[in-house]
Structures are given as structure tokens and as C-alpha cells.
């Protein structure tokens, strides 16, 4: 008889999938390779590879300025990265789509921009608990400026968002809410379309941090509803140095520039400029073009794997691995939502997670150890730091294993 | 494995899970923090000082097994020392870590750190007390190995 696990697997062939990622096979400290740290930056195909080599190879040129034969294929090839990202997020048109250095700068953005314009002393931010420095502090910041309050829904026991108390935290004065869409550190799924409609329902737009979740889980943001939508192309199999602010084109409309220099511009005298149309309003100076072309070739990749179907495979892995990492003694796990992504975190009785870490490196198993850019949290649950195992769809049951054998070293040698 | 027996000997997992010296000095005439922000680790360390000389000495804190074993072993070696001596020490120990030399003929039970050479992410763990009494006995207030 079959088991269902066996079916599955026929059905996602990771030995396939693994030949498209040529730095998985490589042996470290003469083990081979066991990348568990895509939360911080996932491997790249060998596709986007190649695009970012050909664009460098024969295209490269500087965008929507040459009327020569290259430059009309770099910006072609950039604008096509840019449709393929619209259609990724399934959003309306490809003009709400800006392209930014990644997910932080694309909330440094939006508080610069629409935050500026629009809050003022008492009004308040709301965020959650669970959020990664970089939807944190841009807030922070704006809060400073204005003499506004930042306020936070907390998380409960298992790693959940308080929904009721965040939305008892909605109030007349507060300007926005910016959640993440998956926690990087406790890989919760936040219920981030009930967010968006309790926010709309008192006039509150919403942001998405999305950098967690558009690598593991299809994303739509006309079913999301939400105003502002952010993910990072390094953790989608793409470049580093790219992603994608989406906004609501009447939201971007009646949003004041972000930087001012070359390509946002209309027209400029000193005595007047005029703004471009969108999305070139917010893309100010020559843009990470390669990258642009890169991330194009990433989304196709991922779209030829089927992001639903690697989302089903990563459950599994998931599955697998949290009930192998519970059967450790002295092992805990901080992060048991119900609805999670492929992100484990957890703590290992009386040993410290940076001496974790250094142990299964010498075992060939990267995993990420700290804070993971999400100091209030750690002070949630009470502890300085943790080990971060985070999987991707061309991470195996034996890589799980291996990990476990490390675990098991690291109490051999530090119990 | 030998790297990892190099770095983790049994004298450090020793002093990581039994710190000597783990306690605030009530009559401390000089304390400092450290705090490395990459791993979290924090420590606090108290001196009482008589004249030039270290006449007691003590820290807190939570951190790695490296940060921590240096941290107990480094109040036991400065015990009774010079501040000359104490100084004097913390270069060697970190000519020692950084793998500048494998000499380090005066450290004495210090030298188990050697190994850390090997795992150079690793130095800012051992060295974190180092520049943490280095800040008490100049008097300043926070250390951190960023
Ligand atoms: C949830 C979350 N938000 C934001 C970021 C920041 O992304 P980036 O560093 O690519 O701007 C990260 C990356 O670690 C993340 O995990």
C-alpha cells in the first residue's frame, strides 16, 4: 500500500528541483551542504543566474533614456520583470508596482511618503508584535518625527496574532496598520485578509510585509484588499538588491514622491518640477536593472514549479520536521500556529544558540542563530536569541535528518 | 570533530555551565556592560578596585558557552592583578584568539581558547569580557564587540 507521503512525493520531484540549484551541491567542512537558512536568503536557479549573466552580457544599458538598440531591450526587459510581478501578485495593473531595493526599503517608502502626509501629533501606527526590525523602526521613526504612538497587538502563546486586540487597537486616530503576512522568526500565517476588511471598516489602509510570505504562499492582493503590499526578490529565489512595493495606483497617486532625482520627473525647471506618472514617480536614479531582470526569471521559476504545489511539499517538510525536532529532549519550539509556514525556531535547554550554530556548521547544516532582526520578540518569549531552521522546496527529509544528527552532536559535545 | 573539541575543551563547557565568580559586587568600585548585538549576548562586570590592583572581581549576564567560559576564567587569571598586568594579559589573549600567536606563554589556563582562532565569527564571543574590563578600568560604561 501507498502512503500518502509516497504519492506526494511523485507528484514533487525535489532530486528535479535540486539539479536547478548548482550551490546546493557542495560539500562544507567536508559535509555535504544543508541550506536551512532561506528565511534570510534563499538560493538562487540557475536560471536567474543566467538572465542576470545575459543582461550583462549582451543587453546592458541604462533604462527610458537611449533611443538605441540596447537601451530599448534593457528597458523592455525591466518592464517586462515588472509585468511578471504584477501578475505574481496578481495585482490590477503593472503602474502599482514600484520597484525598490528590497522590503525594507519598501516600508521605509511608504512612512516616508504616505506616513508624512498623513500623520500628525497623537495620531498612532499600529503594528504587531511579531514584526522584523525593518516594519518597525521605519514607523519608529515617523512616530519621532510627528509625535505620533506606536502601538503594538501582541502574539499569544503558541506564536499567534491577537486579532480581536489588534483590532481593539484600531481607532480613529490610527493612520495605519503594516503586518507581516508570515513572521520570519515564528512562521505564523497571519490572517491578513480579516486584518485588511477590520481595517478598511474604520478607513484604515493596511500595509502587508509580505518578504516571509511570497516566497512559500500564493499571493493576490485584490483578495488581500490591501493597500500596500512588500516583498524582498533574494528571498523568492531572485537577486539581492531588488523588490517590489505594490500599492493601490489611487493610493500612489495621491502619495507625495519618496526621492527626487532623475527618472521621477516630468519636467524640471528651478522654479518648478513636475512629478512622472507611476510608477516612475518612486523610482528615482538608475534602478538595480540586472537585478530586475533577474527576479523576472526568478517569478517565471517559481511559477513553472507551482507555488501552491511547493507550499504543499514545504507542509510536509514542515510536518516531518517539527515532529522529529519534538521527539529531542530538552528541545523547545517557539512557534506552534496553527497556520504556519516552513519556519522553525526553537531553544535547546542550557545551551546557547550561537554554540548551536557552530556545531552544525562543522555538520554542513547552515541555520540561522540570533534575534533574526526581531528583538521585541525574542522579549515576547523570553529568551536572547534562538536556532532558526527555515526550508525551501528543494530542502529533503534526509536534510531534516541531518539536522537532527546535528542536534544530536551539539548535545554530545556541549550537554 | 577535532575543530570543535579544539574550540569547545572541557575546561570551557566546564566554566560555561558552572561560571566562577557569577555575582554582583556589592562594594564594586567600578562596573561596565558589554553587549554584543549579533548573538545577544550581554554581561555585566563588577571590579573593586585598591589602588592599581584588582582586589576582587565578578560579572553577570547570559551569553554563549565561549563568551561565558571567558568571562568566569577571565576574573579568575585577574584576581589580585595589576591593572598593567590585566592589560598586558588582554593583548596576549587576543593575539592568542585572532591566531597571531600561539605562544601566549603568560595566559596559562587562558590558552584553552585557542582553539577560537580556528572559528574566526567566533572572537568577538571570547573577546566580549576582554572589552568589557577594559571599559571598567577606563572608567567608561558600555562595551560592545559590533
Ligand atoms: C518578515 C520580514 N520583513 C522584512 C525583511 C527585510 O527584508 P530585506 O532585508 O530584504 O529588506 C525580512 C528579511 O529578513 C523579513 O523576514
Redesign the interface.
Known amino acids: 500500500m501507498e502512503t500518502e507521503t509516497e504519492t506526494q512525493g511523485r507528484t514533487f520531484d525535489v532530486a528535479r528541483v535540486r539539479k536547478d540549484f548548482p550551490v546546493l551541491e557542495q560539500t562544507v567542512h567536508g559535509k555535504p551542504l544543508v541550506y536551512l537558512d532561506n528565511a534570510a536568503t534563499s538560493q538562487k536557479p540557475l536560471a536567474v543566474i543566467q538572465a542576470e549573466e545575459q543582461f550583462y552580457l549582451r543587453d546592458n544599458s541604462n533604462i527610458h533614456r537611449g533611443v538605441h538598440e540596447l537601451s530599448e531591450r534593457a528597458t523592455r526587459a525591466y518592464e517586462t520583470a515588472r509585468i511578471k510581478a504584477q501578475e505574481f501578485l496578481g495585482a490590477k495593473e503593472s503602474r502599482e508596482i514600484i520597484f525598490v531595493r528590497g522590503t525594507t526599503e519598501a516600508v521605509n517608502l511608504v512612512a516616508q511618503t504616505y506616513g508624512r502626509a498623513h500623520t500628525g501629533p497623537g495620531d498612532e501606527i499600529l503594528i504587531t508584535a511579531m514584526e522584523h526590525h525593518s516594519n518597525i523602526v521605519p514607523w519608529q521613526i515617523l512616530c519621532e518625527e510627528k509625535g505620533a504612538r506606536l502601538k503594538v497587538a501582541p502574539v499569544n502563546d503558541r506564536g499567534e496574532l491577537e486579532l480581536e486586540e489588534l483590532i481593539r487597537l484600531m481607532s480613529g486616530k490610527t493612520r495605519i496598520v503594516a503586518v507581516a503576512h508570515v513572521s520570519n522568526v515564528l512562521g505564523t500565517i497571519n490572517p491578513v485578509r480579516a486584518i485588511v476588511e477590520a481595517a478598511h471598516a474604520r478607513g484604515i489602509p493596511a500595509l502587508v510585509d509580505g518578504a516571509q510570505a511570497a516566497p512559500h504562499l500564493p499571493v493576490n492582493v485584490r483578495e488581500l484588499d490591501c493597500d500596500f503590499y512588500a516583498f524582498s526578490g533574494h528571498k523568492v529565489y531572485g537577486p539581492t538588491g531588488i523588490g517590489v512595493l505594490y500599492g493601490k495606483a489611487e493610493r500612489l497617486e495621491a502619495m507625495p514622491p519618496y526621492q527626487g532625482g532623475g527618472d521621477m520627473i516630468a519636467s524640471v525647471s528651478f522654479e518648478k518640477t513636475t512629478y512622472n506618472t507611476l510608477p516612475y514617480k518612486f523610482e528615482a536614479g538608475t534602478p538595480n536593472i540586472a537585478a530586475g531582470v533577474g527576479l523576472g526569471a526568478a517569478l517565471d521559476y517559481v511559477n513553472a514549479i507551482g507555488i501552491g504545489k511547493a507550499a504543499e511539499y514545504e507542509a510536509e517538510l514542515l510536518d516531518y520536521a517539527t515532529g522529529e525536532l519534538e521527539r529531542i529532549p530538552g528541545l523547545r519550539i517557539i512557534g506552534t500556529a496553527r497556520e504556519k509556514a516552513a519556519v522553525i525556531s526553537f531553544e535547546m535547554e542550557g545551551i546557547h544558540p550561537h554554540d548551536v550554530g557552530t556545531v552544525l556548521d562543522q555538520e554542513g547544516v547552515a541555520v540561522r542563530t540570533g534575534h533574526h532582526c526581531a528583538q521585541p520578540l525574542m522579549d515576547r518569549f523570553g529568551v536572547p536569541a534562538t536556532t532558526r531552521a527555515s526550508f525551501a522546496f528543494y530542502n529533503t527529509k534526509e536534510e531534516v535528518d541531518a539536522l537532527v544528527r546535528g542536534l544530536m552532536k551539539v548535545k554530545e559535545v556541549l550537554g | ?1 577535532s ?3 579544539g ?2 575543551q572541557e575546561m570551557i ?1 566546564d566554566h560555561s ?1 558552572r561560571p566562577r565568580n557569577f555575582r554582583a559586587l556589592a562594594d564594586a568600585t567600578r562596573k561596565a556592560e558589554g553587549y554584543n548585538p ?5 554581561i555585566t562586570l563588577y571590579l573593586k578596585m585598591e589602588g592599581e590592583r584588582i582586589a576582587d572581581i565578578g560579572f553577570q549576564g ?5 563568551s ?1 567560559a571567558s568571562a568566569s576564567l577571565l576574573t579568575e587569571a585577574l584576581k589580585g592583578k595589576s591593572r598593567a598586568e590585566a592589560e598586558k594579559l588582554f593583548t596576549e589573549f587576543h593575539a592568542l584568539v585572532t591566531g597571531k600567536t600561539d605562544d601566549g606563554a603568560e595566559l596559562g589556563k587562558l590558552k584553552v581558547f585557542s582553539g577560537v582562532s580556528e ?1 574566526p565569527i ?1 572572537v568577538k ?1 571570547a573577546t566580549l569580557a576582554w572589552h568589557t574590563l577594559k571599559n571598567a578600568l577606563e572608567g567608561g560604561e558600555t562595551a560592545t564587540t559590533e
Open positions: 570533530m575543530d570543535l573539541r574550540l569547545y563547557i555551565k549579533l548573538c545577544g549576548d550581554r547570559a551569553g554563549c558557552a565561549i561565558t572559528f567566533r564571543c
